[in-house]
């Protein structure tokens, strides 16, 4: 890997990264970091309803799934972007692939990651991913893991925002300003023709959440002018210099 610092995405379907932090990962690839991307799968059979009403095959809609996913990456200048084609509904992943997920863990050291909410009711796969993510952070932190590799540090993870917050559990406690890349947000947003009807809304949250940046930064008394933000979860204590 490049001796840049280094994030890792690690995304249940093709599109979650897109919508939940897209501006993250052009904010930071602007800021001089390598950031790679992980999708476990194409969200192929619950997040293409608009592609099966079309009538495609299922191969059809993996292709094109991929196909908008890699136009979103390039819009957002990620680093790497890899395609696990694990399935969806109910997205199931075995050894040999989490043992797959380590060694890039391992490969890429990632200064912090970036994966789902704890709880989804609505969509299992999402919490399963975060599950995965924590476990193998764990794993690639073990010495006893393939002795003789370089080991993971402690990268914070980081659980960005799910679809109806309110249900999740989901609580921010980190606000991003995403303002300066937010062009290139809105271009890979609008990489994913199956999911129209998702365009306005993840809009109108980085909006919100840009309200939200400039209360949490001064408010009047001095806040940052977001206008463009996104929010995410920590899931372990931040170790800072300066607050």
Known sequence: MSDNKTALV?????????????GAIALHQKQGYDVTVVCLSYGERGESARLW????????????????????????NVHDIRFFDLGDYPLVVGHDNKMELVDLVRAVQPKFMLSHSKYDP???????????????RMIAQAWGHNPGEKVLG?????????????????????FLDIT?????????IECMEGQHHLWDYYTNVAENRGNHFRRNS???????????AEGFQSVFPRTVDEL
């Not at 300066?180 to 890979?188: I, L, P, S, Y």
């Not at 001064?218 to 463009?228: E, L, T």
Request: a negative charge.
């Open 10 to 22: 690690i995304s249940a379907h093709a599109a979650d990264f897109v919508w939940r932090c897209g």
């Open 122 to 136: 609505y969509n299992t796969d999402h919490m399963y991913t975060s599950e995965l993510a924590l476990e193998v």
């Open 218 to 228: 001064g408010g009047q008394s001095g806040g940052r002018p977001a206008k463009y």
């Open 180 to 188: 300066e890349v937010w062009d290139q947000k809105r271009a890979a």
């Open 53 to 76: 009403k079309d009538g495609k095959s299922l191969g059809e809609v993996k292709s094109i799934r991929r196909n908008e996913a890699e136009n979103a990456a390039k819009a957002l």
């Open 154 to 174: 402690a990268p914070q993870l980081y659980l960005f925002e799910p679809h109806q917050t309110e249900q999740m559990g989901w609580k921010p406690d980190v």
